[in-house]
């Protein structure tokens, strides 16, 4: 059998027993008919068991290699992913603020160069190109895009 | 009678020049993302789904079914002429459709998948309409307890035929239900792990989920891929297969039809798991196996048609009893839930417009990547040329928009990002994300049933098996789970006997 993981496992320990303790909360049961907790608290047990269940499994098996990681990540890979995450979540908090079109701007140009486009201008430009365009397309099409600090 | 009528009711909605429309514009799309190896189905699918909200029912059902089924087109192209399957479901055609490709047999090749896919596809929706009609009728003696067992065989076979571990399945499908419960609670209207915010209460929206754990964690799980693509040069000629390809293909055609439609119908199979299995008939059953791997065209004709076949067979238990057989079915309950279309055993009289124009429009639509597929074959093959680093940002860019312009709330794409980075680190962690998405469908309706049973029974659990549809079905669910416990088992003991064998050594 494949070894798995271990803090995956614990964490799904750890969420399993947190959504029966909840689950009992809300109460299993209401007015002798099944409760609003009952079927959280099904699924708590039965998440808790699976795996409890494979931790012990791979703590039994311990002497067999490890699950094989799907290939060795690229250099550089986290950080641009880094830039990627990062970046959605900064236009979440700033899009309201900066309207659709500034926010989309810099974030085009936070991707572009995080999916490994080198040359700046090219970049910076086709930014500027598409935001304009989407913004236009979509509120054309009756979507409502924040304007923010620019007001047309 | 009923039934000839009905197909001609289909075909007056599905010609409606706005159904038209959408509906080549959902088999364009579906074709570009088969050929872009980039995004898959059910990423096109989520991204697109906020943009049909302005649509009628039919029309936006009709346009993502497009997609679904354009892309078993699409996938073929890149498989047979890069070697790059475009899809999970044409990486099977990559081992024989390339192989034909580099003998100078590439025009054969490409038009025996487009030629065998319009076959398959067209005789798995006559399946389809009588299917679907014997089982509505039996769905209509269903109570909640026989939807309770439904639900659970469906999952029980998620799990068996899980790609990877089983335990694993079964983890993302615990986890699909438990998000599915989040919000508040439709029979008492008690709130559940909302933890104080009002997001929570009405429950995690459909579409950040899906465009968070297919659109954002696929374009992250491609950053790492930046493998060249050599495009095949060779002149495009002679797309007709001759007499000697018929004979040797219209075996596999048909085989693959019905291989097809039934693993599609299966809940947990589906278009790749109908490639797999006919590709093994056909190599089992051949006067020479040894041909296939080397260009065979009986290996391309076969899961070409199979996939295709396998589309119209999921449409059956989606349509017939709104349980959906995998994710991409999941995807289209979900976006008739939100159009207000409840599917079931009622559709086809509640809503016709629906049921008999999303099926004629499957087969225009598959008349119509017959010829955007054969005489454009080349203009496909030249977005093959469009390098990720261009394409990944508009991806994300789509997504953003999608998931902003449901509500016009910001913390869906916060909700967004964060599904995409939980589902990138699923996928490395080798936990697929369908099963979550199906259960996370299935999760109320599964609820639902449940209590209801337990209210028309008094609380008596017994009910379950007193009812004898419901017995049976359960009894299923529980034989798929006992032979899978066994052979895990066998193969385990196996394992450890190869390795105390080997040990010594």
Request: with cysteine; aromatic share 10%; glycine share 14%.
């Given at each position: 059998m494949k070894r798995f993981h271990l803090l995956p496992l614990v964490f799904w320990l750890g969420l399993g027993l947190f959504v029966l303790v909840h689950s009992y909360q809300l109460g299993l049961m209401a007015f002798n008919n099944p409760g609003p907790g009952l079927m959280p608290f099904i699924l708590g047990l039965l998440l808790s068991l699976v795996s409890l269940y494979l931790i012990l499994v791979s703590f039994l098996k311990k002497k067999q290699t490890d699950e094989t990681v799907r290939g060795e990540?690229?250099?550089g890979l986290y950080g641009r992913i880094g830039v990627i995450v990062g970046a959605l979540v900064a236009y979440a908090f700033l899009m309201e603020k900066l309207g659709f079109l500034i926010a989309t701007t810099f974030l085009l140009i936070a991707l572009f160069k995080g999916a490994g486009s080198k040359k700046w201008r090219a970049v910076v430009i086709t930014s500027v190109l598409v935001s304009v365009i989407t913004y236009f397309a979509f509120t054309h099409l009756r979507l409502r895009l924040p304007a923010g600090i620019l007001k047309f | 009678m009923e039934l000839i009528s009905g197909v001609l009711f289909g075909f007056k909605v599905a010609l409606q020049p706005w159904n038209l429309l959408y509906c080549f514009i959902g088999v364009c799309i579906g074709t570009l993302i088969g050929v872009l190896p980039g995004i898959g189905p059910v990423g096109a699918m989520?991204?697109?789904?906020?943009?049909?909200?302005?649509?009628?029912?039919?029309?936006?059902?009709?346009?993502?079914?497009?997609?679904?089924?354009?892309?078993?087109?699409?996938?073929?192209?890149?498989?047979?002429?890069?070697?790059?399957?475009?899809?999970?479901?044409?990486?099977?055609?990559?081992?024989?459709?390339?192989?034909?490709?580099?003998?100078?047999?590439?025009?054969?090749?490409?038009?025996?998948?487009?030629?065998?896919?319009?076959?398959?596809?067209?005789?798995?929706?006559?399946?389809?309409?009588?299917?679907?009609f014997i089982l509505a009728q039996v769905a209509l003696k269903f109570g909640p307890p026989e939807y309770f067992s439904l639900i659970c065989v469906s999952m029980t076979l998620l799990i068996y035929l899980a790609k990877g571990s089983a335990s694993k399945a079964l983890i993302m499908i615990l986890i699909g239900l438990m998000l599915g419960s989040?919000?508040?609670?439709?029979?008492?209207?008690?709130?559940?792990?909302?933890?104080?915010?009002?997001?929570?209460?009405?429950?995690?929206?459909?579409?950040?989920?899906?465009?968070?754990?297919f659109g954002i964690s696929e374009v992250l799980m491609n950053l790492e891929e930046t493998e060249e693509r050599t495009i095949f040069q060779s002149k495009l000629r002679n797309l007709l297969p001759n007499v000697e390809d018929w004979k040797k293909s219209i075996g596999p055609i048909l085989r693959g039809t019905v291989i097809g439609f039934f693993s599609g119908v299966l809940p947990g199979g589906g278009p790749v798991t109908a490639t797999f299995i006919s590709y093994t008939i056909e190599k089992k059953i051949s006067s020479n196996p040894g041909q296939f791997g080397q260009g065979a065209i009986e290996g391309v004709a076969g899961p070409e048609t199979a996939n295709n076949a396998a589309t119209g067979g999921s449409f059956v238990p989606v349509l017939a009893l709104g349980i959906p057989p995998n994710v991409i079915m999941a995807f289209l309950l979900g976006a008739l839930i939100l159009?207000?279309?409840?599917?079931?055993?009622?559709?086809?009289?509640?809503?016709?417009?629906?049921?008999?124009?999303?099926?004629?429009?499957?087969?225009?639509?598959?008349?119509?990547?017959?010829?955007?597929?054969?005489?454009?074959?080349?203009?496909?093959?030249?977005?093959?040329?469009?390098?990720?680093?261009?394409?990944?940002?508009?991806?994300?860019?789509?997504?953003?928009?999608?998931?902003?312009?449901?509500?016009?709330?910001?913390?869906?794409?916060?909700?967004?990002?964060?599904?995409?980075v939980a589902g990138y680190i699923l996928r490395k962690l080798d936990y697929e994300p369908a099963p979550l998405i199906v259960a996370y469908i299935l999760g109320p309706m599964l609820e639902k049933s449940f209590r209801q049973s337990l209210v028309i029974a008094d609380g008596r659990l017994s009910i379950f098996v007193e009812r004898p549809i419901s017995a049976v079905t359960l009894a299923i669910s529980a034989l798929i789970l006992i032979s899978a416990g066994i052979s895990y088992f066998r193969k385990s003991k196996l394992k450890s006997r190869e390795g105390g064998e080997r040990r010594p050594g």
């Open positions: 990540p690229k250099k | 989520s991204i697109l789904l906020p943009m049909t909200f302005g649509l009628s029912p039919a029309t936006a059902i009709i346009m993502l079914a497009g997609i679904f089924y354009g892309a078993m087109y699409g996938g073929s192209t890149t498989s047979i002429m890069v070697n790059i399957p475009g899809e999970p479901s044409s990486v099977i055609t990559c081992l024989d459709g390339y192989q034909m490709a580099r003998k100078g047999r590439l025009g054969p090749a490409l038009g025996i998948s487009a030629l065998g896919s319009f076959i398959g596809g067209t005789f798995s929706l006559i399946g389809l309409i009588f299917l679907v989040v919000g508040i609670d439709k029979i008492t209207g008690i709130a559940r792990f909302d933890f104080g915010s009002s997001y929570l209460l009405d429950g995690i929206d459909f579409i950040p989920l899906a465009m968070g754990l159009h207000g279309v409840t599917p079931g055993p009622l559709l086809v009289s509640q809503h016709p417009q629906v049921f008999w124009g999303i099926i004629a429009s499957m087969y225009i639509g598959n008349c119509m990547l017959l010829l955007l597929n054969l005489p454009l074959i080349g203009f496909w093959v030249k977005l093959l040329k469009i390098p990720y680093r261009i394409l990944m940002p508009m991806i994300v860019l789509f997504c953003i928009i999608g998931s902003y312009g449901i509500n016009n709330s910001l913390v869906d794409i916060l909700m967004m990002t964060l599904f995409g």
